[in-house]
């Protein structure tokens, strides 16, 4: 954020804060406008609440060491970023500066966290963004204009999965917001996206865990007010990466809580489900070819999807995906059972082969006949043969078509289930059409 | 309030704004706070005064609003344009044509109204100079899509009027048509095609509300057969996220037996409703065969556009459904969803810092919902026609936990409960709806069952219980069996859950994307229960248990195909005779 001292002369300066909390402090002063940036002692803030004159601001890197009669002065503007093909290639922190010793941006300045695209001029999402993995491309197929959340626990390997869907999907742009992301774990991105050649094609907005909690509260509207300018500007299919969208809500109930807000569930703030669909909601397919596609991460605590942040997150986005380690084969899968995509419904079997949805059920009900048949082994009952067939066909499902590893398009994935289905099953037991058994079965 | 009254901005938190005015205000009324750097007027709603001060919600962003903005009064509470031309609507919270604004993205401070107010409609007179009219009667009407769109006395006259004046042929909206005298204070009343009302009055110029009898039929087997709903009724479908709640919602709102259909799509997904723009229009009503957008009016206000209209689109949707309610017609409302209505109270309640209730919502939240879902009903109009408003709301408990606030309040409001069960979902049981936990109150109601009985069949409520008991007895076979193990129980255990999960099979799962299978007529419910019956009145021998889950299982493949085919047709046919030919192998006697 530049405010030079140059421009000081044209902007309002305060001196008399009367109130200071850990992340927000209050200055009495005037003609000041809601949400508007400011400068506080040569830290960022923003505009929170205005009571009269009182005047109160969150200070993104907290408020040790500000003084009572510290230095306010505000900018007259929201939070902004300077869009423009500018920002291609580039990695920037929450204020949208450059972080890589580039050159300064110098594109149009726009507001972020802009205004709603109207529902009625956006297009029904219907292209299918193939990754190769199984899990999503055959059972939770990912649409442009959708958005998804992974639902992980810290431990499992997301950010892998997610950047190999990253760089294996058929997209003009991607664009990486990382909100509390270890250094590791920026690097790793990093050399991989070099590594892949893919520069050309990304830009980084990045808060990682060194820098303060509270700016990650920027990250996701810098991330996607530059996916509007190329979706919406430039008619460019763009990929939006959210990671850790835990770490943002954690962001948001600090600061509700040095507000006063009465909490809600798990300590949350009353607006969450507002503050996630504010941003979620801007994934989108508009009439002209260009498309916003939202994949998120949010870390669960030990596999709880009830907590509010997950909880919240379901309600808003367009399904969500599980990873698992599937121990009986030492493969991580997406996990069938729990994974959803709610969007799938308008490619499958319409833009995939038309045998799509229904093969795509039956593996998931014959997988769950292996779940069951799996208890009654544990609790040490007598397996039918029927469990025995749906315990074998559940290992080589989930090692030759839903492991993650796995790179194969979806019509080699439905041809690998006939083939399955014909090795371990009879044409009863699938519960498919007659029609499509007719023409698929694999003798 | 003749003259202007104008406040100034004094704090701003978010979408609450305080406002000093030196001047009378009206709860609930509307004013429009002027933002310094366009000059666009922002919506607001006083929704309380303390010392002095009024508190307002903006329907808007209140970024870049300062102190002191100039606020102005409007007198009016906020109340929508009924007239013809509303339905095939796209409408947001607040009434305004979503397809009339310019430009990708919505700009705030900018308003319309759907009435095209320039329009001629061909008014034709059905009352005559000298009759005596009451409010809600009918004076004639006009077309609006295929239907006769009724021109009323205006809803919020008081007492008997008598017709002075009343014109035939073209006019405008606006244009008078009709003058009515108060038969005792002689004041005359000039009536258009147009009058306003505000949405959080119900619209009441009917004769009475009467008991509920008639089943709203919905085309979904697992409500029409199991748990059915009314005509007038109100019924509510929570869930946890997954689940199938909005498929559920489309496809009663595609095939359910009613003449209009109101979707409010509250603070829920875009894409959603996107869907049923793309569509609606292509999709055919099967009663009328026209365009099932033709019947549809959609008011949309999607999670990500302002929290406070959120509470007014879904009483935006109930006042335009009693508009049309008032013309004789059954409505059907689907709201998704009440919960998003709710964390909006919850979002306003805790900006003005009032003392939370259970979950931080606010205190009065069950009477809020309770009052809404009683717009619903079954009416006799004055002329003695029926007509019925009919409500379904979703409701997304938080954590899937069925104890929180908002669905425990509307429990206590709607009589139908279809809950959405995780198990099922997960397994792929759709529609999700949970056969034990979910009830229809109606089947209980003396009128309903009369009614059933003699449209239905004499002992179809018995049937419909039986199988309700059936799949209870299912349930709790099956916990036994995974207890005691498969072969530690009589073989008669396994035979008692596979015939549940016949009726899981056939006649609750149901394919919301096969053509065929996503609606279901009464008639075919019917046929497909009695033959399920039967089957489960069969008895049939087996000698090992393993033999029982593979002879079911092709039974319910057959029965499956039936479901895919239609109706009667060879091949359904075909599938019934080679099932009578599989029970027959292992038939041995009837029960």
């Known amino acids: 954020m530049q405010t030079s001292k140059d421009n000081k002369a044209f902007q309002k300066v305060f001196t008399k804060l009367t109130n200071i909390t850990k992340a927000t402090c209050t200055v009495t002063a005037e003609g000041v406008g809601n949400e508007e940036m400011a400068v506080v002692d040569g830290r960022p803030a923003q505009v929170v609440k205005i009571f009269g004159d009182q005047v109160t601001l969150q200070i993104f890197q907290g408020t040790n060491g500000i003084a009572t009669n510290s230095e306010v002065i505000f900018t007259g503007k929201p939070p902004q970023l300077k869009v423009g093909d500018d920002l291609i290639g580039r990695f920037f922190n929450a204020y949208g500066d450059p972080i890589d010793n580039g050159p300064e941006l110098t594109g149009k300045a726009i507001d972020i966290g802009g205004p709603t695209v109207n529902p009625v001029r956006r297009k029904q999402p219907s292209e299918l963004i193939a990754t190769g993995i199984a899990g999503i491309d055959l059972n939770n197929t990912l649409v442009s204009g959708q958005k998804i959340p992974f639902f992980a626990d810290p431990d499992q390997p997301f950010n892998q999965v997610l950047a190999d869907v990253a760089l294996r999907a058929q997209v003009d742009r991607i664009i990486l917001g990382g909100m509390g992301m270890l250094l590791d774990d920026f690097l790793f991105y990093k050399r991989l996206f070099e590594e892949a050649g893919a520069m050309d094609k990304i830009i980084c907005f990045m808060n990682t865990t060194e820098d303060a909690p509270v700016e990650r509260l920027l990250i996701p509207d810098m991330a996607l007010t530059a996916a509007e300018y190329f979706a919406v500007e430039k008619n460019e299919k763009v990929l939006v990466l959210l990671t850790d969208m835990t770490l ?24 969450l489900y507002s503050d996630l669909a504010k941003l979620y909601e801007k994934a989108a397919q508009f009439p002209t070819g260009g498309s916003i596609t939202i994949l998120a991460v949010t870390t669960l605590s030990g596999g709880d999807i009830t907590h509010a942040i997950p909880d919240n997150t379901g309600y808003i986005t367009e399904g969500q995906l599980f990873l698992r380690r599937d121990t009986d084969v030492s493969k991580t899968i997406v996990d069938p059972f729990r994974s959803l995509s709610r969007l799938k419904q308008l490619v499958i079997g319409k833009k995939t082969r038309e045998d799509h949805p229904q093969v795509m059920n039956a593996c998931i009900r014959l997988f769950s006949d292996a779940a069951n048949a799996k208890t009654k082994l544990e609790n040490g009952f007598d397996l039918t043969d029927y469990d025995k067939r749906t315990l074998n066909f559940a290992k080589e499902y989930s090692k030759d078509i839903l492991a993650t590893d796995i790179n194969i398009d979806t019509t080699e994935m439905l041809d690998r289930c006939w083939r399955q289905y014909a090795a371990h099953f009879e044409k009863h037991e699938l519960g498919i059409k007659q029609d499509l058994i007719d023409k698929y079965w694999k003798n | 309030m003749d003259q202007k009254r104008i406040g100034k901005v004094h704090a701003i938190v978010s979408n609450l704004v305080q406002v000093d005015i030196d001047a009378p205000v009206i709860n609930r009324e509307i004013c429009y706070i ?109 077309k609006e899509n295929w239907m006769d769109h009724k021109i009323m006395v205006p809803f919020n006259l008081e007492g008997t009027y008598r017709i002075t004046e009343i014109k035939h042929g073209k006019y405008k909206v606006k244009d008078t048509i009709a003058v009515l005298e108060n038969i005792q204070t002689k004041e005359t009343v000039n009536v258009s095609m147009h009058q306003k009302w505000p949405i959080y009055q119900p619209i009441k110029a009917y004769k009475e509300k009467t008991a509920i009898f ?138 003005m810092e009032e003392l939370p209730g259970p979950d931080a919502f606010p205190m009065d939240l069950t009477a809020i919902i309770s009052s809404f879902y009683a717009r619903a009903g079954y009416v006799k109009l004055n002329n003695e026609d029926p007509a019925s408003i009919t ?149 049939f021998k087996f000698d090992k248990f393993e033999e029982v889950q593979d002879y079911f299982k092709n039974m319910i493949n057959l029965l499956k195909q039936m479901n895919y085919s239609e109706f009667q047709s060879e091949k359904f046919k075909e599938y019934e005779r080679n099932l009578g030919a599989h029970i027959a192998q292992r038939r041995s006697e009837v029960a």
């Open chain 2, 391 to 539: 409500f379904i709301g979703t409701v997304s408990p938080a954590g899937g936990n069925l104890k929180e606030p908002v669905t425990e309040a509307t429990k206590k409001a709607a009589r139908c409960f279809y809950a959405l069960s995780q198990a099922r979902a997960d397994s792929k049981r759709y529609p999700a709806i949970d056969p034990v936990d979910s009830y229809s109150k109606y089947l209980e109601y003396a009128e309903v069952q009369e009614y059933m009985k003699k449209e239905i069949g004499e002992d179809w409520i018995d049937k419909v219980l039986e199988v309700k008991d059936m799949l209870l007895r299912g349930k709790e076979t099956k916990e036994q069996i995974n207890i005691l193990g498969d072969d530690s129980v009589p073989i008669e255990h396994h035979d008692t859950f596979w015939k549940a999960e016949l009726v899981d099979f056939i006649i609750l799962q149901q394919d919301a994307f096969d053509e065929i299978d996503a609606d279901t007529p009464m008639e075919r419910q019917k046929y497909m229960l009695d033959l399920i019956l039967d089957i489960c009145h069969t008895k």
């Open chain 2, 214 to 351: 008639k089943p709203l039929t919905t085309g979904i087997r697992a409500i029409d057969t199991l748990n059915p709903m009314m005509e007038g009724g109100s019924g509510f479908i929570p869930g946890p996220f997954g689940c199938g709640k909005t498929v559920l919602q489309h496809n009663i709102s595609q095939h359910a037996e009613a003449d209009i259909i109101i979707i409010a799509a509250c603070g829920e997904r875009a894409n959603e409703v996107v869907e049923i723009f793309t569509e609606f229009p292509e999709l055919k009503d099967p009663r009328s065969g026209r365009s099932l957008m033709e019947r549809t009016i959609i008011i949309c206000n999607t999670s990500n556009m302002p929290v406070a209209a959120r509470e007014a689109s879904v009483y935006t949707a109930m006042t335009i459904g009693e508009y049309y309610r008032q013309m004789g017609l059954k409505v059907l409302l689907l709201a998704d969803s009440t919960s998003r209505w709710a964390q909006a109270l919850r979002e306003i309640s805790n900006k």
């Open chain 1, 248 to 271: 943002y809500c954690d962001a948001l109930s600090i600061v509700s809580n040095r507000m006063d807000q009465i909490p809600t569930k798990d300590f949350m703030p009353g607006s």
């Open chain 2, 34 to 142: 002027e933002e310094p750097t366009e000059k666009r007027k922002l919506m607001a709603e006083v929704i309380k005064v303390q010392s002095g001060r009024c508190y307002v919600q903006v329907y808007e962003s209140t970024r870049g609003l300062k102190v002191g903005c100039p606020v102005e009064f409007t007198a009016e509470l906020l109340q929508v344009d009924l007239a013809p031309g509303l339905l095939s609507r796209n409408l947001d919270g607040l009434q305004n044509d979503l397809d009339q604004f310019e430009g990708t993205f919505l700009q705030r401070g900018v308003y319309n109204t759907p009435i095209n107010f320039e329009a001629e409609f061909d008014f034709e007179v059905s009352k005559k100079v000298g009759d005596e009219v009451r409010a809600g009667d009918w004076l004639g009407h006009v």
